[in-house]
């Protein structure tokens, strides 16, 4: 027995050495990738030296004698903090993560081939004005140089995930990172499925589209055709009822999950300092690391600091001594879906009366641990074709015919990189006005303010569309019909601007921003009904603003939707009936109406009443459409859409239709309908959260989930590689935090904020701004999620341009000398 006991002491001291060896050999080799900031490099592509000096929160710094070295430095500190995140991205827009992740991402590659985003940003560089040229050279030579010094000095091969994913990296080129920009594109494309949801509500009749996705108040409204009537002899029974294939790392979100963003500036005369503001908060899907990575540039034009993205050498929300500027998401209709009729002789063409050719090319797919996939990309005139088994299409496509797309970000000879760059090196207002000519996609409103000005103006590529088109874009339409196609582009100055309102304040939340008749429309469906009332509310309360007023207004946490609904869907259940028994449902419900009616909609992490009202108006929505669209459809809407809600609760063009359950003999009342949501939504609570209502916590429902895009869901990794908040905010909330709206967790944080800035011109090194993680995509790096915490509470970090006050916080500064300079 004693000897049983002493090996059994022997094996298991030995699998604990074996494994505590085995955790330092895996700790020794990711850390070899963390970068040393203090280190000397020489390099080749240098034409003199470059100081990269990092402040105590790892923000680069970079001073070099040319706009050139300033720019191969910024590739370096790029590839330095974010190689895996700028490889990951590149492989996503070419089409090529199933040479690493194998058959799971095949969907993803499959899109993106037949889109050929990378072809196009290829075929760009030639288009690119001189100066951007060099920088996108520059910038490349950077990145390769650190992957070089990578591979010479055995760096832990850049990063920690390439011991995961075997894989090599490639030489960064220019094409990359205009690629890249075309990846922001996508992720802020929401336009082929809104389109997509129209045509399946349009084919259930009943006006269910004009309710469920109305247009934003205003005049301007159209009636559509049924989508049905547009193709005399579709039978929607015809059409594929299989549901997608889930594409994992697809860059294309639904439409709940497109780009959102805020963006305010004043004038000096609505200050308090006398110099203009302006603060910009883009919205994206949280990610660890952030998307956003701070930068300071010092280029012969001056020096700039902001946001950039890594692997895109532009600051693309930032300032200059002289000049701030802020990007929101414009959405602006620049994407249609054309249905085209296939010859049923010859498939390989669309059929009378428009006979023509698919441009056709073959390319093949590597996939890892199987075997390559040939595709062959067809495109018509109107643009690629897309596969059924995306977006739904195959549930509108009529049989015998494809969908192809139209989108301005399919250029070939895209020029929003060399704008971009230009606006990064404007002086004054309508100098970044004039340089955003050339900016395609993706559709952008640009806030600006200088020393004395404030103004906006919407970047991009608008369609120009026929008056006589049959959906005005708002839904797929017949292709072969002249009038439904694009005959090129709105001229610049038709896109919307207004510079130095008379009032001084200029706003923008994705928010409907002109009422102009289709074909000048911008877009039938934006981003924003509710965010915009709070901040023009909180833009109006003050007579002069300062920096810090900015802050407060960026970090508000009440929900306008909360306090226009909440009135309106307990207007009957408010102190009705005598007090129930305590333990009842009824009382039960009772208190949580109480608690409703003293709240005032802040979305507070530490509160219950944000959760039960989410909770009830989750609950509320889904039980007034599921009987009339069937569970499918109506697990589009995973938000609660407020004017919907509204125009119900106030019966408007008789929508309170909605209210009674149509498989039920009684005619339910939307008073029945709220009671019975209210309380199936507080039994849901109750069981999850416990029975103390007043112990609730919003932010326990709410936390933000910045989480790895590919470790992320790992068990073990997860818990290393995610950052995870309690968090305050809302759908609706200027600090928005969107919730995912489906899953076990529905109410997680999952959209929102990844970077803020507000740049004051009466004080600009007094300009702050904060992302959402940290610097570096390294888990072991202390850099990783040391800016998170202060992202969490509405805290900033200093955005000055003073070389003195970078040197003296400086945490390292690495030295670039070019190759030989020491010989």
Same mark, same amino acid.
């Given at each position: 027995?004693?000897?049983?006991?002493?090996?059994?002491?022997?094996?298991?001291?030995?699998?604990?050495?074996?494994?505590?060896?085995?955790?330092?050999?895996?700790?020794?080799?990711?850390t070899r990738s963390l970068p040393d900031y203090d280190a000397t490099y020489q390099m080749e592509g240098l034409s003199a030296p470059v100081e990269i000096v990092r402040t105590t929160e790892d923000v680069p710094h970079i001073f070099g004698k040319t706009d050139a070295d300033v720019y191969f430095a910024l590739g370096l500190a790029h590839a330095q903090d974010r190689l895996w995140q700028m490889t990951l991205a590149r492989r996503t827009v070419q089409g090529r993560l199933s040479e690493v992740f194998g058959a799971k991402t095949l969907k993803t590659d499959e899109l993106m081939r037949r889109l050929d985003l990378y072809g196009a940003a290829q !075929?760009?560089? &030639?288009?690119?004005? $001189? *100066?951007?040229?060099? =920088? @996108?050279?520059?910038?490349?030579?950077?990145? +390769? /140089?650190?992957?070089?010094?990578?591979?010479?000095?055995?760096?832990?091969?850049?990063?920690?995930?390439?011991?995961?994913?075997? !894989?090599?990296? &490639?030489?960064?080129? $220019? *094409?990359?990172?205009? =690629? @890249?920009?075309?990846?922001?594109?996508?992720? +802020? /494309?929401?336009?082929?499925?809104?389109?997509?949801?129209?045509?399946?509500?349009?084919?259930?009749?009943?006006?269910?589209?004009?309710?469920?996705?109305?247009?934003?108040?205003?005049?301007?409204?159209? =009636? @559509?055709?049924?989508?049905?009537?547009?193709?005399?002899?579709?039978?929607?029974?015809?059409?594929?009822?299989?549901?997608?294939?889930?594409?994992?790392?697809?860059?294309?979100?639904?439409?709940?999950?497109?780009?959102?963003?805020?963006?305010?500036?004043? =004038?000096?005369?609505?200050?308090?300092?006398?110099?203009?503001?302006?603060?910009?908060?883009?919205?994206?899907?949280?990610?660890?690391?952030?998307?956003?990575?701070?930068?300071?540039?010092?280029?012969?034009?001056?020096?700039?600091?902001?946001?950039?993205?890594?692997?895109?050498?532009?600051?693309?929300?930032?300032?200059?001594?002289?000049?701030?500027?802020?990007?929101?998401?414009?959405?602006?209709?620049?994407?249609?879906?054309?249905?085209?009729?296939?010859?049923?002789?010859?498939?390989?063409?669309?059929?009378?009366?428009?006979?023509?050719?698919?441009?056709?090319?073959?390319?093949?797919?590597?996939?890892?641990?199987?075997?390559?996939?040939?595709?062959?990309?067809?495109?018509?005139?109107?643009?690629?074709?897309?596969?059924?088994?995306?977006?739904?299409?195959?549930?509108?496509?009529?049989?015998?015919?494809?969908?192809?797309?139209?989108?301005?970000?399919?250029?070939?000879?895209?020029?929003?990189?060399?704008?971009?760059?230009?606006?990064?090196?404007?002086?004054?207002?309508?100098?970044?006005?004039?340089?955003?000519?050339?900016?395609?996609?993706?559709?952008?409103?640009?806030?600006?303010?200088?020393?004395?000005?404030?103004?906006?103006?919407?970047?991009?590529?608008?369609?120009?569309?026929?008056?006589?088109?049959?959906?005005?874009?708002?839904?797929?339409?017949?292709?072969?019909?002249?009038?439904?196609?694009?005959?090129?582009?709105?001229?610049?100055?038709?896109?919307?601007?207004?510079?130095?309102?008379?009032?001084?304040?200029?706003?923008?939340?994705?928010?409907?921003?002109?009422?102009?008749?289709?074909?000048?429309?911008?877009?039938?469906?934006?981003?924003?009904?509710?965010?915009?009332?709070?901040?023009?509310?909180?833009?109006?309360?003050?007579?002069?603003?300062?920096?810090?007023?900015?802050?407060?207004?960026?970090?508000?946490?009440?929900?306008?939707?909360?306090?226009?609904?909440?009135?309106?869907?307990?207007?009957?259940?408010?102190?009705?009936?005598?007090?129930?028994?305590?333990?009842?449902?009824?009382?039960?419900?009772?208190?949580?109406?109480?608690?409703?009616?003293?709240?005032?909609?802040?979305?507070?992490?530490?509160?219950?009443?944000?959760?039960?009202?989410?909770?009830?108006?989750?609950?509320?929505?889904?039980?007034?459409?599921?009987?009339?669209?069937?569970?499918?459809?109506?697990?589009?809407?995973?938000?609660?859409?407020?004017?919907?809600?509204?125009?119900?609760?106030?019966?408007?063009?008789?929508?309170?239709?909605?209210?009674?359950?149509?498989?039920?003999?009684?005619?339910?009342?939307?008073?029945?309908?709220?009671?019975?949501?209210?309380?199936?939504?507080?039994?849901?609570?109750?069981?999850?959260?416990?029975?103390?209502?007043?112990?609730?916590?919003?932010?326990?429902?709410?936390?933000?989930?910045?989480?790895?895009?590919?470790?992320?869901?790992?068990?073990?990794?997860?818990?290393?590689?995610?950052?995870?908040?309690?968090?305050?905010?809302?759908?609706?909330?200027?600090?928005?935090?969107?919730?995912?709206?489906?899953?076990?967790?529905?109410?997680?944080?999952?959209?929102?904020?990844?970077?803020?800035?507000?740049?004051?011109?009466?004080?600009?090194?007094?300009?702050?701004?904060?992302?959402?993680?940290?610097?570096?995509?390294?888990?072991?790096?202390?850099?990783?999620?040391?800016?998170?915490?202060?992202?969490?509470?509405?805290?900033?970090?200093?955005?000055?341009?003073?070389?003195?006050?970078?040197?003296?916080?400086?945490?390292?500064?690495?030295?670039?000398?070019?190759?030989?300079?020491?010989?």
């Amino acid at each position: 027995m004693y000897r049983l006991f002493t090996w059994l002491v022997r094996i298991v001291s030995t699998l604990l050495a074996c494994a505590v060896l085995a955790a330092f050999g895996i700790w020794y080799f990711a850390t070899r990738s963390l970068p040393d900031y203090d280190a000397t490099y020489q390099m080749e592509g240098l034409s003199a030296p470059v100081e990269i000096v990092r402040t105590t929160e790892d923000v680069p710094h970079i001073f070099g004698k040319t706009d050139a070295d300033v720019y191969f430095a910024l590739g370096l500190a790029h590839a330095q903090d974010r190689l895996w995140q700028m490889t990951l991205a590149r492989r996503t827009v070419q089409g090529r993560l199933s040479e690493v992740f194998g058959a799971k991402t095949l969907k993803t590659d499959e899109l993106m081939r037949r889109l050929d985003l990378y072809g196009a940003a290829q !075929a760009s560089v &030639a288009a690119q004005d $001189p *100066a951007t040229t060099s =920088a @996108l050279e520059a910038y490349a030579r950077g990145v +390769n /140089a650190w992957i070089e010094e990578v591979n010479r000095a055995a760096l832990g091969r850049g990063a920690p995930e390439f011991f995961l994913f075997e !894989a090599e990296i &490639a030489y960064w080129t $220019p *094409a990359d990172s205009i =690629a @890249l920009l075309k990846l922001l594109a996508v992720q +802020n /494309a929401t336009q082929i499925d809104t389109e997509v949801l129209r045509a399946q509500l349009s084919m259930l009749g009943q006006g269910w589209a004009a309710d469920l996705m109305p247009a934003v108040p205003g005049p301007g409204t159209i =009636a @559509l055709p049924r989508y049905a009537a547009l193709f005399p002899g579709l039978d929607p029974a015809q059409l594929q009822t299989a549901a997608d294939v889930e594409a994992p790392l697809s860059p294309f979100a639904s439409r709940d999950f497109g780009a959102a963003s805020n963006a305010f500036a004043a =004038a000096p005369a609505r200050s308090a300092a006398g110099g203009s503001l302006l603060a910009n908060d883009p919205h994206a899907a949280f990610s660890a690391p952030s998307q956003w990575y701070l930068a300071r540039l010092e280029l012969s034009t001056g020096g700039v600091i902001g946001a950039t993205i890594p692997g895109i050498p532009a600051i693309l929300t930032g300032r200059s001594d002289q000049l701030g500027w802020g990007i929101t998401a414009a959405f602006a209709d620049d994407e249609d879906l054309f249905v085209e009729e296939l010859d049923p002789k010859t498939p390989e063409r669309t059929a009378a009366p428009r006979v023509g050719e698919f441009t056709t090319r073959k390319v093949i797919v590597t996939v890892k641990d199987a075997a390559p996939i040939t595709l062959t990309l067809r495109w018509t005139e109107n643009g690629p074709v897309l596969p059924s088994d995306h977006f739904d299409l195959g549930k509108i496509t009529p049989p015998g015919h494809v969908i192809s797309l139209g989108w301005s970000a399919l250029s070939t000879a895209d020029t929003s990189m060399s704008a971009a760059l230009k606006i990064m090196q404007s002086k004054t207002v309508p100098e970044a006005v004039a340089a955003g000519e050339g900016f395609l996609a993706p559709a952008l409103n640009l806030t600006l303010a200088d020393a004395t000005s404030v103004g906006l103006v919407t970047l991009g590529a608008l369609p120009l569309r026929d008056p006589a088109n049959a959906t005005e874009g708002r839904m797929p339409q017949p292709g072969w019909v002249m009038a439904n196609r694009w005959h090129g582009r709105l001229p610049y100055d038709s896109n919307p601007r207004l510079l130095d309102p008379e009032g001084g304040i200029v706003v923008n939340t994705n928010n409907k921003l002109i009422d102009r008749p289709f074909p000048l429309h911008v877009s039938h469906d934006w981003g924003d009904s509710q965010r915009v009332a709070r901040l023009t509310r909180l833009m109006g309360e003050r007579e002069v603003h300062s920096r810090e007023s900015f802050i407060a207004v960026q970090t508000d946490t009440v929900s306008p939707a909360a306090r226009g609904l909440l009135p309106l869907v307990g207007a009957d259940l408010w102190f009705t009936g005598t007090p129930a028994p305590e333990g009842t449902p009824e009382r039960f419900r009772q208190r949580a109406l109480e608690l409703l009616a003293a709240w005032d909609g802040d979305m507070n992490e530490h509160l219950p009443e944000p959760l039960i009202y989410a909770a009830w108006m989750r609950e509320f929505q889904d039980r007034l459409i599921r009987d009339e669209l069937g569970p499918e459809l109506a697990a589009k809407f995973i938000h609660i859409e407020p004017l919907f809600l509204e125009k119900v609760l106030r019966n408007v063009d008789g929508a309170a239709r909605w209210c009674d359950v149509l498989q039920s003999a009684p005619s339910e009342s939307c008073t029945d309908i709220a009671r019975v949501s209210l309380d199936a939504a507080l039994l849901e609570l109750k069981e999850k959260y416990g029975p103390q209502i007043e112990s609730w916590r919003w932010g326990d429902a709410h936390e933000a989930r910045h989480d790895h895009a590919v470790l992320g869901r790992n068990p073990l990794l997860g818990w290393l590689m995610n950052i995870r908040q309690s968090t305050s905010g809302g759908d609706f909330t200027l600090n928005r935090g969107l919730t995912a709206g489906s899953g076990p967790d529905p109410f997680a944080n999952v959209h929102g904020a990844g970077y803020r800035g507000v740049y004051d011109f009466a004080d600009p090194d007094s300009s702050v701004f904060i992302i959402a993680t940290g610097q570096s995509g390294h888990p072991f790096s202390s850099h990783y999620d040391d800016l998170a915490d202060l992202w969490r509470r509405g805290e900033y970090v200093p955005m000055s341009l003073d070389p003195a006050l970078a040197r003296a916080a400086a945490a390292g500064i690495t030295r670039l000398e070019p190759l030989g300079a020491s010989e």
